[in-house]
């Protein structure tokens, strides 16, 4: 049972590791974060200066390139289920008001 999810899984999760995460869009930087969050990637923001995030720009999105590993999940010690991490991606905002 355990290769047959893990087969399963694998070439989905090698799809979205493997997707390009979406250019900086114009617009505020929270659109973009809130943009990329419900493609279903995992969020990390870098930033350089104080302003608040609504007078922030993006100066870069870049996907972290790590492999994704499966995870084993044991929810009710019968059944062991393998989850994929969600891809990883980074924002890079210029935050100098």
Same mark, same amino acid.
Do not use: H, W, Y
């Given at each position: 049972?355990?290769?047959?999810?893990?087969?399963?899984?694998? =070439?989905? !999760? /090698?799809?979205?590791?493997l @997707?390009?995460? /979406?250019? /900086? %869009? =114009?617009?505020? /930087? @929270?659109?973009?974060?809130?943009?990329?969050?419900? %493609?279903?990637? *995992? #969020?990390?923001?870098?930033? #350089?200066? $104080? @302003? =608040?995030?609504?007078?922030?720009?993006?100066?870069? +999105?870049?996907? $972290? !390139?790590? =492999?994704? %590993?499966?995870?084993?999940?044991?929810? *009710?010690?019968?059944? +062991?289920?393998? +989850?994929?991490?969600?891809?990883k +991606?980074t #924002?890079?905002?210029?935050? %100098? !008001?």
């Open positions: 049972m355990k290769k047959f999810i893990a087969a399963t899984i694998l =070439p989905a !999760g /090698a799809l979205l590791a @997707a390009a995460p /979406a250019a /900086a %869009q =114009p617009g505020s /930087a @929270a659109t973009t974060i809130n943009g990329l969050e419900a %493609q279903g990637f *995992d #969020v990390r923001i870098t930033r #350089v200066g $104080s @302003a =608040p995030l609504d007078a922030c720009t993006v100066t870069d +999105v870049r996907n $972290s !390139g790590r =492999p994704a %590993q499966l995870i084993p999940f044991d929810d *009710d010690d019968i059944n +062991v289920f393998t +989850v994929l991490p969600k891809p +991606v #924002v890079s905002l210029n935050c %100098q !008001g």
